[in-house]
């Protein structure tokens, strides 16, 4: 299994999220593949810190911008026939990976619950407004479309190169087209409860603002590609 995490200018955080996957409780074979995205700070540094304590190496993505593109250089960067993305600023919960990988036992395409609460202060879980993911009905058709899994996903080797993997054209919400899009392909969605990932929020009044407004810029995109599927 290879988990793969995309980073450009993580410093702050790249080091929490690293320490939670080295602490995790986990028997089965997997690697982890740092994707350094054109970085000026010390994330690299960081990364580099970790890389005998977690198996997992540093590739570089210097050809573009972006998370989705990031991703998938990691992927074809990486050995295993299933792969889990994860976010820098994020941190994974203790048990997360044992029950992710036991959902890919099972299925080709899973999330994990959320906690949107361990990491943020209540000022900033106010100030970003209510959760997208109801948790009495986690995979909950999401805007007219799909399920989508968020930022913890979890998929099959085969199913992830059947469809191309993540999309490079847009600056944000690759997750969402991507969740997507396999389940067009006929890859159904699944949840697993007993993982759980721990989202960060932007935690200043400007990060919270420019981080509504690059999700604000991509709606109108993902609406052009999905409208004729139902996106409301």
Same mark, same amino acid.
């Given at each position: 299994m290879?988990? *793969?995490?995309?980073?450009?200018?993580?410093?702050?955080?790249?080091?929490? #999220?690293?320490?939670?996957?080295?602490?995790?409780?986990?028997?089965?074979?997997?690697?982890?593949?740092?994707?350094?995205?054109?970085s000026?700070?010390?994330?690299?540094?960081?990364?580099?810190?970790?890389?005998?304590?977690?198996?997992?190496?540093?590739?570089?993505?210097?050809? %573009?911008?972006?998370? %989705?593109?990031?991703?998938?250089?990691?992927?074809?960067?990486?050995?295993?026939?299933?792969?889990?993305?994860?976010?820098?600023?994020d #941190?994974?919960?203790?048990?997360?990976?044992?029950?992710?990988?036991?959902?890919?036992?099972?299925?080709?395409?899973?999330?994990?619950?959320?906690?949107?609460?361990?990491?943020?202060?209540?000022?900033?879980?106010?100030?970003?407004?209510?959760?997208?993911?109801?948790?009495?009905?986690?995979?909950?058709?999401?805007?007219?479309?799909?399920?989508?899994?968020?930022?913890?996903?979890?998929?099959?080797?085969?199913?992830?190169?059947k469809? %191309?993997?993540?999309?490079?054209?847009?600056p944000?919400?690759?997750?969402?087209?991507?969740?997507?899009?396999?389940q067009?392909?006929?890859?159904?969605?699944?949840?697993?409860?007993?993982? *759980?990932?721990?989202?960060?929020?932007?935690?200043?009044?400007?990060?919270?603002?420019?981080?509504?407004?690059?999700?604000?810029?991509?709606?109108?995109?993902?609406?052009?590609?999905?409208?004729?599927?139902?996106m409301?």
């Open positions: 290879s988990v *793969v995490i995309p980073f450009r200018n993580a410093a702050a955080h790249l080091a929490d #999220q690293l320490e939670a996957l080295a602490s995790q409780e986990f028997n089965g074979e997997w690697e982890v593949v740092l994707v350094d995205n054109g000026t700070d010390d994330s690299h540094a960081i990364a580099d810190a970790f890389v005998g304590r977690l198996n997992a190496r540093i590739v570089q993505a210097r050809d %573009g911008i972006g998370a %989705g593109y990031a991703r998938n250089v990691g992927a074809r960067n990486s050995a295993g026939r299933k792969l889990i993305f994860a976010d820098a600023d #941190q994974v919960a203790p048990g997360y990976l044992a029950a992710m990988a036991a959902g890919l036992d099972r299925y080709d395409f899973v999330t994990s619950a959320f906690d949107h609460r361990a990491l943020n202060p209540e000022w900033v879980q106010s100030a970003h407004g209510p959760f997208w993911r109801d948790p009495e009905d986690p995979l909950l058709v999401q805007a007219g479309v799909l399920p989508f899994a968020g930022g913890s996903i979890a998929i099959s080797r085969e199913v992830f190169e469809v %191309g993997g993540f999309p490079e054209d847009l944000r919400m690759q997750d969402i087209a991507f969740s997507w899009e396999v067009f392909a006929g890859t159904t969605l699944h949840h697993v409860p007993g993982a *759980v990932y721990r989202v960060r929020y932007r935690d200043t009044l400007l990060g919270l603002f420019l981080q509504g407004l690059a999700g604000g810029s991509t709606a109108p995109l993902l609406y052009r590609r999905y409208r004729g599927a139902g409301i």
